[in-house]
């Protein structure tokens, strides 16, 4: 069953705990994004595992260097999933994973601004991530022209374990499980809906008849 993954790009350790709240019935995975991260800290990490310990926490570190250590930080304060950038060298994701392996979690590759995001996917499936995420960033999304359409097609022939972000929303997400994602990843069609709760279930229903 795909799972849905609610992005929480909010600021603070309260907004993101009372957002969660509202949404944690439709979710299968909880990701505090990479400015709440730098804005509140890691205890960020261990507040939101804490409040919900039957959630996969997703810590988006983005980790470009260092892949071991800065994964081990986030695995001690209670992250189930951290992500590593695809653009980074091939030893700092193995240094990721092998954190990953040592505490019984897993490592995201992230393949935000890889020039080819297939090629990149494919090769961190075989260094051991758990998945890679097709992900179009916010810079991405707001330039002109841009579509998901992109990350649909992409996913539809990367034949490895792929989740997709960037724009996933009510109109486009039974497309996106379709083409093989196992996670949607929604930010915005949920935090910035005028009823997140009522969102996360639209999303989670859609997901589930696709």
Not at 70 to 83: N, P, Q, R, S, W
Not at 192 to 209: F, H, N, Q, T, Y
């Amino acid at each position: 069953m795909a799972k849905l993954q609610v992005a929480i790009d909010l600021l603070t350790t309260d907004e993101a705990l009372a957002l969660a709240g509202k949404v944690a019935p439709y979710v299968d995975i909880i990701e505090l994004g990479t400015p709440l991260i730098k804005n509140m800290g890691i205890g960020v990490i261990t507040a939101m595992k804490k409040a919900h310990p039957d959630k996969i926490v997703f810590a988006d570190l983005k980790t470009a260097d260092a892949g071991e250590l800065e994964a081990d930080i986030a695995f001690k304060a209670g992250a189930d999933l951290v992500t590593v950038l695809g653009v980074a060298g091939n030893a700092t994701i193995a240094g990721a994973i092998k954190a990953a392996k040592a505490h019984g979690k897993g490592v995201v590759v992230d393949t935000i601004g890889a020039p080819n995001r297939v090629e990149r996917a494919r090769e961190a499936a075989a260094l051991g991530a758990e998945f890679v995420e097709l992900h179009a960033g916010l810079d991405e999304q707001w330039t002109p022209g841009y579509s998901i359409q992109v990350l649909i097609d992409e996913a539809a022939v990367a034949n490895t374990p792929v989740s997709i972000a960037g724009g996933v929303n009510l109109q486009n997400v039974q497309a996106v499980i379709k083409a093989g994602a196992q996670v949607a990843v929604a930010g915005a069609a949920i935090y910035a809906a005028p009823d997140p709760a009522a969102a996360a279930k639209a999303l989670r229903e859609a997901i589930d008849a696709a």
